[in-house]
């Protein structure tokens, strides 16, 4: 309106809420959500909370798409210096968006230390999944990621995060992919 109130369609109140998904029966309840979108005409929404990331119908919440934390931890990265790894760090994303290419870019949030030896240090993330990742079982490389990890041989040896020609990320909050 243009006293800067808010207006809602029916006069005052707020049309609905969702705080619960569902995945084949199953209830989830979102923790923390941070960020969701509206994707287009769909009837659907891309939620992050504080450790997935779903892809729901608005109207009854029921899950399309999602990647948990646990899942998260399977997808390996081609590193610098090494072949392909998983890295078992925490999941915190902060933002999802869908790209036209059946993707997801995704930032995780998440900065501190990992649960494994050989990382020490992490200081957060966006990268790219395939949108078909979970419902043909495979586990999906993360093709693109930023900042690169890097395999040093040691001793000891260590995976660290490294930009290029760029400071490393310290806690993203927010990326957009330009075609």
């Known amino acids: 309106s243009s006293d800067g109130a808010w207006s809602y369609s029916n006069g005052s109140a707020v049309l609905s809420q969702l705080t619960t998904l569902y995945s084949g029966g199953v209830k989830i309840r979102l923790s923390g959500p941070r960020y969701f ?3 287009g005409n769909t009837g659907e929404l891309l939620i992050c909370d504080s450790s997935a990331v779903y892809r729901a119908k608005a109207s009854d919440g029921q899950i ?3 990647l948990t934390a646990a899942d998260y ?4 990265r081609k590193m ?3 072949d392909s790894e998983t ?3 925490p999941f915190s994303p902060y933002r999802a968006i869908e790209l036209p290419n059946s993707r997801y870019l995704i930032v995780n949030n998440y900065a501190g230390r990992t649960n494994g030896t050989t990382m020490m240090k992490f200081t957060g993330e966006v990268f790219e999944v395939n949108s078909n990742y ?3 079982g495979a586990n999906l490389d993360i093709e693109w990621y930023a900042p690169n990890m890097v395999y040093t ?3 000891p040896a260590d995976i660290v995060q490294q930009m290029i020609n760029a400071p490393n990320f310290d806690q993203p909050t927010c990326a ?3 075609q």
């Open 80 to 82: 610098t210096g090494k």
């Open 87 to 89: 890295v078992d760090v």
């Open 134 to 136: 979970a419902s043909n």
């Open 153 to 155: 041989a040691g001793p």
């Open 73 to 76: 931890r399977t997808l390996a």
């Open 64 to 66: 399309s798409w999602q």
């Open 176 to 178: 957009q992919r330009l």
């Open 37 to 39: 979108s509206v994707l």
